[in-house]
């Protein structure tokens, strides 16, 4: 990330005033300040405030309740259900497309032919939607006609496999369309970070003869810390984003079983008209995603100073 | 991590695989082979499905060829398929996507790309602190800002009628929440951070000289932006267009909350149409109409091949 300042240079010797220095690109760069200043922060913080209020439907007079909200917001079951959902989704699929995602990426690291192709196999599901990954998975899985149906024809009379319509399972079958969709860019990035290793590492382990799988446990694995921790990030960042996944595909049902917390607030906000329960519960996501990101840039920017 | 992705697009290295058939060969192979079946399966079903006949649907095998090949689900999904009391098909929500995705596009390259040229070449007091909120908001689940977007958007668009009815007291009310031009914003805002980053990056790279070269020619800011980046870097226009057009055209959350049931993009009139609760359920209609939503991105990525690729490499290492 080194920046060159060539800008400074080129503003010349005299300085009408500091402000007027590099105007053009300072009357250019007002939409990214804007954005910056007004939504990222503005609006962040408008939110915030308002989760410590007593507001229904606004514009309405606003009354400080402090954590009333919040309260409110985790004696309520639904809430409890989607944070819930929310751990166990956010567990596995990390684990799961972190594992998966490596292992494609060291198959494909094996010079094999046909590469290219496989990739954009197991690329292509990324470039979908969440709503046509739900609504494909929602068909196979379907138990009448789908997946199930197909087994119990073959023989197996007794198999059951329901993940649409039984609360237990429900947050799996969400599992397996978000992996389907997810893995393949978690593969792609992992091939980045292998593909940068030093072929001498290679060339050194098998003078030792330490078999393939060992060097990627102990010696690759290791080495590409930074891009696991890069993917970790993105991945979590995108689970607690999910949300169209979930109303594509059981619509937050059977009940409230599927439900996850960018439903909720968005529920909140725009059906019932519960809006200090909604901020309050965006809130926690933002604080959810403060608890990975906070240590990451201390990481990553850590040791130099200002991004 | 950028040199990673680039390395990553060179395709493998070292000398040709020998062709000998070697267990650790087959496992590989065979492994790769089924995670391609798995991974290829639903976009086959969807295909099967869409060209069956609902009788054959409901006698049989969800995974089997179709027996009768029919186009009528295609038909119907485009032009009939209902949602609510409206049964106008997909193609209104396809076109209202298209009415999204063309000025969205234009509009939210256009302000990425200067932003990521002033922040490359005429860095001033602040733009890294700027830049750097910028990358942190990212990262800011959307639902934080979704609901004081809201208001922004209805108080200014109040703001711009009572602004036209100065000059003629007639003028229509101007409407930026649940217009198309609101979510043109909304995308150009969301769009910004990772685009910016695509630009600053690109810009950082195109050689100093030529930059102060252009600055001792008595080139401004504009005239270097529009006669020495532009024209050379084109293709990361590209990878910014690949990287909007599929972004743009599959979010719904921006469709279903900053629009109303006239303006819905496709995204959300197909979820409208499969997850409908009246009428019996077809789903060779539902799964044709998931197909043609899932075209458009599709064919997008089956033809940019790596810049696709590249594109997301690029949107991995923000910050």
Redesign the interface.
């Known amino acids: 990330m ?7 240079t ?1 503003a010349g010797a005299k300085k009408p005033s ?1 402000l007027f ?2 105007l ?3 009357i ?2 007002i ?3 804007m ?10 913080l ?3 405030y308002h989760s410590f209020t007593k507001s229904r439907l ?1 514009p309405a007079p606003e009354k400080w309740v402090g954590l009333e909200n919040y309260e409110r917001l985790w004696s309520e079951n639904r809430w409890i259900v989607s944070i819930e959902n929310l751990a166990i989704y956010g567990a596995c699929s990390l684990i799961l497309s972190l594992t998966i995602g490596f292992i ?1 990426a060291a ?7 046909f ?2 192709t ?16 739900g ?6 899985l ?1 138990p009448q ?3 199930q ?2 087994v119990r ?1 073959w023989g197996w009379e007794t198999f059951t496999f329901d993940p649409i319509n039984n609360a237990d399972i429900v947050i799996y079958g969400i599992l397996i369309a978000g992996i ?1 969709q997810g893995s ?2 978690v593969m ?2 992992l ?3 292998m ?2 290793i030093d ?1 001498d590492v290679w060339k050194a382990s098998r003078v030792e003869g330490i078999p393939a799988w060992k060097t990627y446990i102990f010696i690759v694995i290791p080495m590409m810390r ?2 696991f921790v ?2 970790l ?2 991945i979590s ?1 995108g689970i ?2 999910v ?2 996944l979930v ?2 595909q059981t ?1 937050g049902g059977p009940g409230i079983a599927s439900e996850v ?2 439903k909720y ?2 529920e909140k ?2 059906t019932s008209q519960n ?1 200090g329960l ?2 309050a ?3 926690m ?2 604080l959810s ?1 403060l608890v990975v ?1 906070i240590p990451w ?1 201390y990481l ?2 850590g040791g130099k100073k ?2 | ?1 950028v ?3 680039v ?2 697009q ?5 000398p040709k ?1 020998k062709r000998v058939i070697s267990s650790t060969n087959i496992i ?2 065979g ?2 082979f089924v ?2 079946l ?6 086959y ?2 295909i099967v ?1 869409s060209l069956k006949g609902m009788p054959e ?2 006698l049989g ?3 089997g060829p179709p027996v009768e090949v029919t186009f009528e689900p295609w038909v119907k999904a485009w032009s009939e398929a209902c949602t609510g009391i409206n049964c106008e098909g997909l193609s209104r929500g396809f076109w209202n996507s298209v009415w999204i995705l063309v000025p969205s596009v234009i509009i939210s390259i256009a ?1 990425a790309s ?2 990521g ?9 602040g ?11 990212a ?11 809201v ?2 958007l209805r108080e200014s668009g109040e703001g711009i009628t009572w602004f036209l009815r100065l000059f003629n007291e007639d003028a229509s009310a101007f409407r930026l929440m649940g217009s198309l031009s609101g979510l043109v914003i909304v995308h ?2 969301f769009g ?1 951070p990772i685009l ?1 980053l695509l630009f600053r990056n690109y810009f ?1 790279s195109v050689p ?1 000289e030529l ?2 070269a252009a ?1 001792v020619d008595g080139a ?3 005239g270097i932006y529009f006669r020495i980046m532009l024209p050379m870097s084109l293709p990361i226009f590209v990878v910014a267009m690949i990287l909007q057009v ?1 972004g743009i ?5 921006f469709g ?2 900053y629009t109303k049931p006239e303006t819905y993009p496709m ?2 009139q ?2 409208n149409i ?2 409908s609760v009246q009428g019996v359920k077809e ?1 060779n209609v ?2 044709a109409a ?1 197909l043609l ?2 075209l458009v ?2 064919v ?3 033809a940019s ?1 790596k810049l ?2 590249r594109g ?2 690029a949107g ?4």
């Open positions: 080194a920046v060159t300042d060539t800008g400074q080129g500091p220095k590099n053009t690109a300072k250019a760069a939409p990214m300040i954005t910056a200043l007004v939504v990222f922060i503005g609006c962040t408008w939110t915030i606004l494609l198959l494909l690291d094996r010079k094999i032919r590469e290219n496989i990739r954009t196999i197991i690329l292509y599901p990324f470039a979908l939607s969440f709503v046509v990954t609504l494909v998975w929602q068909w196979i379907n006609l789908g997946l149906n197909v024809s389907w393949g860019f792609v990035l091939l980045a970070g593909r940068g072929e930074p891009v890069t993917a990030v993105i960042a607690i984003k949300y169209d109303v594509a619509s917390p960018a607030v968005i906000m725009f809006l909604g901020f519960a965006s809130t996501m933002l995603v990101l840039a990553e920017f200002n991004g | 991590m040199d990673a992705t390395n990553a060179s395709g493998p290295r070292g695989p590989i192979y492994t790769l995670v391609c798995y991974y290829l399966l639903p976009l079903v969807m499905t649907i409901r095998n969800i995974f302000i200067v932003n040229y002033a922040l490359a070449n005429w860095r001033f007091k733009s890294e602190v700027f830049f750097t909120i910028l990358i942190f908001g990262f800011i689940p959307y639902q934080v800002m979704i609901y004081p977007i208001i922004i150009t805002i910004m910016t950082t100093e930059f102060k600055r401004g800011f504009w599929t055209w599959n979010d719904f959350l279903v909350i995204t959300v197909l979820n499969v997850n789903y539902n799964m998931t939503t899932g991105p599709l997008i990525y089956f091949g696709f690729v997301i490499a991995a290492v923000k910050g």
